[in-house]
């Protein structure tokens, strides 16, 4: 017997009256509590209402929500989908020792949390590159000068 939940939560999933009260509350200064059959009031934690508001904002874009726990597994193949590279690309990586993985059988597996590490690392190096390109052309004086993209006809 599968225990297997569906995660996925999507704009059409509520109702648009029951969407736009649900945006008017959330989206105030105040948190919104959790109320027991016993008459018990709980404040939402920050976290919790954090992720709540960002639930809110993404159904008020029309976009689809989906959770996923930190240890799912992906596949080389959906590993290289979510980071939008190649399955060979991911490959050498895994085997350089870049992101962790492990075996089930004969297939490697990725989890989810080392896919995002690994994402977050590569965007901060990213983005060191592009300031120091930056801080370079800051101070050879080129950086706000215009540089005409077409060529005059004399190179070749």
Known sequence: MSTYVENRFGPSDLAPEEQSRIESLVLREVRPVLLTKGGDVLELPKALNDLFVAVVEAMKRKEAVFLMHENETFTTQAAANFLGVSRQY???????GTIPFHHAGTHRRVFFKDLVRYQ???SKARKAVLDAMTDEA???GVYDRYVPLERDGSEK
């Open 90 to 96: 991911i490959v050498r990586l895994l085997e350089k």
């Open 120 to 122: 977050q690392e590569r």
């Open 138 to 140: 800051v101070k050879a």
